[in-house]
């Protein structure tokens, strides 16, 4: 055959000039309806899995063909569906990504070639941009596992499984009769996060992981797979092991490769069990608590992360194996890929697989949940890495993540698009007004999702403290010299609080005692010689006269006396006060850095106008909430307000704001920085300043709040009018990065 008729063949007529390697190993899978067959790649460790449409392509490559011979072989096996050119090459491109196939003829491989650099690329960019599985290879584990197999072999025994399941049971049994304790308890886990206790805790939680990960290696050893591959992970920015199974795609028992990858949960739930049990039988301490966070973590949050087919761990290889549908993530994605073509273009896509309806409709709903899913846990993520940074003014960083991540994450659909719309235009297939409608539709729809309002509300750190108090200040200076009654103690109105005492006040009260009794014997002398001597009457009106005002001036020291001993204004509770730093009656100053109770006996002098405390009726309550300076201005009397406290987090507080401060607070209470709630610096004088300008708002809370113990610390959420998603986003960068607005 001569050049020119050999150029005027077409590409449907040509022979493929595609090898199969000959080193490849393969095998069926007996599983479900539709039949599946492993291709191992010995050198790189990867399992392929082909469907049964695959595998017959996969099969005439083998020797030498054309599409068109390709084509009339798969007609008459799978009649009545049919394969395109399209469809074709887009297999072999796949394939020689895969490195399954090699090219013969580097004419044929120029297009092929700029598909493997366009997967390569995209690959590269899913590894960058993927913050939930970050992989970072180890070692070779298979000859430890084959070597320790036969000493772990008992686990896989009945009557060892049936062991395990009576220990679940019983740890359910646990769970459900102390759901009470356990939830008191759980407040107390952010103990184990301080530093004497933060090293146990970190080798149990390595200790768990590692052994879940074996449970993946030793189950897929005890039926006859290999394990070449375990190293470290970020796993939700979280390390931890992974143990690569893969090679139980080669098992043909589908039960077989369920097992294997549920096995790690299976341990997990186990060790739980087990320290449900322990914890139920130990006394209150480290050990305590960590088996109780153990119970937590090794059962709810594995359940939650490990076993959730939406994220690419073991609940997805569970579910891909129970549905028969193997790559169930790329296929989903590959099915919203080919919807997104038929909505935008009106086009359907050549990578589209022949599938029934129930299946497509089953793809799309995971590839959807599944995408939905992952943005919420990423976007989660994100927020705790706000919510850590935004104490100490960095929350911009985070911001900046997030935003990267998003411009990363658009772009990558953008670019996706663009290549879509310049393979429809070389095929001249691009229909440019439905292009144009579709577009057009998908802005409309976000345009609409930033306008919907949703609720808005201010969420801030409060203290409780009692409501309508009556302020009992020291209107005469003086030292303590006893307290009658305790903090929170009742008293009822004109009882006796405490008892001042003032000694210059006791000594010029003698003086002038004295001086009263020498005026009265003065007079007593002037009256019994007025017989001898006439005169000295006219001098007595001014003595009597010096007399009262002598008397007066004894009474006006008495009632000063008398004021050194403080009376409670009305019945109630009696809330003493943190007294600031006191001086002596010669101004020399006492340190305040006792307790008030501590200062007071040791004689400290209290100046006129201190403030000693407060009665307050027991059934009243109010909250001070401390609001950051950036979002003050939305706040203002009359705004509805509910609280939750950690001791009794099913139930909200509801209340009213009464008062909206004017300056920021100089001092927050100790308590909300012992529990994290508020991020404050000790100054000079022993009090807790705000690390940024906050303001105190005093909401005054319904009755039903009166259950509420003084001091007790909570999260107050103060609700605003709806706003559009588009106005919560604006109003949430300008107070992130300061931008006047």
């Known amino acids: ?10 590409p449907q007529t ?52 054309t599409i068109q011979e390709i084509q009339r072989q798969f007609f008459q ?11 074709i090459l887009s297999f072999i491109q796949r394939l020689w990504n895969q490195g399954l196939v090699s090219i013969d003829r580097p004419g044929m491989s120029e297009n092929l070639v700029r598909g493997n650099r366009e997967s390569e690329r995209r690959a590269r960019w899913n590894k960058f941009t993927n913050v939930l599985a970050i992989r970072f290879r180890g070692f070779d584990p298979d000859q430890l596992l084959t070597t320790t197999l036969p000493y772990v072999r008992w686990i896989f025994h009945p009557a060892s499984i049936a062991c395990f399941t009576v220990l679940v049971s019983i740890a359910f049994g646990i769970v459900f009769a102390e759901a009470d304790r356990i939830s008191m308890e759980l407040v107390g886990l952010k103990v184990l996060f301080s530093p004497q206790h933060l090293v146990w805790l970190m080798i149990t939680i390595a200790a768990i992981k590692v052994i879940h990960e074996l449970g993946h290696g030793f189950t897929c050893k005890y039926f006859g797979g290999e394990c070449h591959e375990m190293g470290l992970m970020l796993l939700a920015l979280t390390p931890c092991l992974y143990c690569n199974v893969s090679d139980s795609w080669r098992l043909p028992n589908r039960w077989q490769r369920i097992l294997i990858s549920a ?12 320290c449900t049990i322990l914890w139920a039988l130990s006394a209150p301490g480290t050990f305590h608590l960590i088996c109780l966070y153990v119970m937590v973590v090794a059962s709810i949050n594995t359940l939650l992360l490990n076993g959730n087919p939406l994220l690419r761990y073991d609940g997805y290889y569970i579910l891909s194996d ?4 193997p790559n ?26 022949t599938s029934t309806m129930s299946a497509k409709l089953g793809l799309t709903f995971y590839g959807l949940a599944s995408s939905i899913y992952l943005t919420l846990v990423i976007f989660t993520i994100l927020w705790m890495i706000y919510s850590l940074l935004k104490p100490y003014g960095l929350e911009a960083l985070a911001v900046l993540i997030g935003v990267g991540m998003l411009t990363a994450r658009l772009a990558q659909v953008s670019l996706h698009q663009f290549h879509t719309a310049r393979v429809l235009m070389e095929q001249k297939e691009l229909r440019w007004p439905r292009a144009l409608i579709g577009f057009g539709g998908v802005v409309a729809a976000l345009w609409l999702v930033l306008l919907i309002p949703l609720p808005n509300a201010v969420t801030a750190p409060c203290q409780i403290r009692a409501g309508q108090r009556t302020a009992v200040y020291v209107s005469v200076p003086g030292i303590i010299e006893s307290e009658n009654v305790r903090p929170g103690q009742e ?9 001042l005492r003032n000694p210059d006040l006791a000594f010029r009260r003698l003086q002038k005692e004295s001086s009263v009794g020498q005026q009265r014997k003065k007079i007593e002398i002037m009256n019994r010689q007025v017989g001898i001597d006439p005169s000295i009457a006219a001098e007595l009106p001014t003595a009597r006269t010096m007399l009262n005002e002598l008397e007066n001036q004894l009474m006006e020291l008495d009632e000063e006396i008398q004021r050194l001993t403080l009376r409670a204004p009305s019945s109630g509770a009696f809330l003493p006060t943190e007294l600031p730093p006191l001086h002596h009656s010669d101004d020399s100053l006492v340190v305040a850095d006792v307790p008030p109770s501590d200062q007071r006996v040791r004689g400290a002098w209290l100046v006129q106008g201190t403030l000693f405390g407060y009665v307050a009726p027991s059934v009243h309550r109010e909250a001070v909430v401390y609001v950051p300076e950036n979002e003050i201005v939305e706040l203002s009397a ?69 259950e509420l113990m003084l001091h007790q610390t909570g999260n107050a959420r103060i609700r605003l009018p709806s706003e559009p998603l588009l106005s919560h986003i604006s109003k949430w960068l300008r107070r992130t990065f300061l931008i006047a607005g």
């Open 1 to 10: 055959m001569s050049a020119a008729a050999a150029s005027d063949q077409s």
């Open 77 to 87: 096996r799978f009649a009545p569906v049919q394969l395109s050119e399209t469809q």
């Open 322 to 325: 129970y549905t028969n549908v």
């Open 328 to 353: 169930l993530r790329s296929r989903a994605q590959a099915q919203l890929s080919a919807l997104s073509r038929r909505l935008l273009y009106g086009v359907g896509s050549p990578m589209a697989r």
């Open 491 to 499: 008293v009822a109105e004109g009882e006796v609080i405490a008892k």
């Open 638 to 706: 009359g705004q509805s307000v509910s609280i939750v406290v950690p001791e009794q987090p099913a139930q909200s507080f509801s209340g009213t704001i009464v008062e909206v401060g004017a300056e920021p607070v100089q001092n927050v209470p100790l308590e909300l920085t012992v529990t994290g709630q508020f991020s404050g610096q000790m100054d000079q004088s022993g009090g807790i300043r705000p690390v940024s300008p906050s303001y105190a708002v005093i909401v005054q809370l319904d009755a039903s709040a009166s």
């Open 263 to 274: 096995s790690g949960i299976l341990v997990e739930v186990v060790i739980a069990a087990v």
């Open 14 to 65: 040509q022979h493929l000039a595609i090898s199969v390697r000959k080193d490849l190993e393969i095998g069926p899978l007996q599983s479900g309806p539709a039949a599946s067959w492993t291709v191992r790649d010995p050198l790189s460790q990867q399992f392929f899995l082909l469907r049964e449409h695959d595998f017959f392509v996969f099969q005439c490559l083998k020797s030498k063909t």
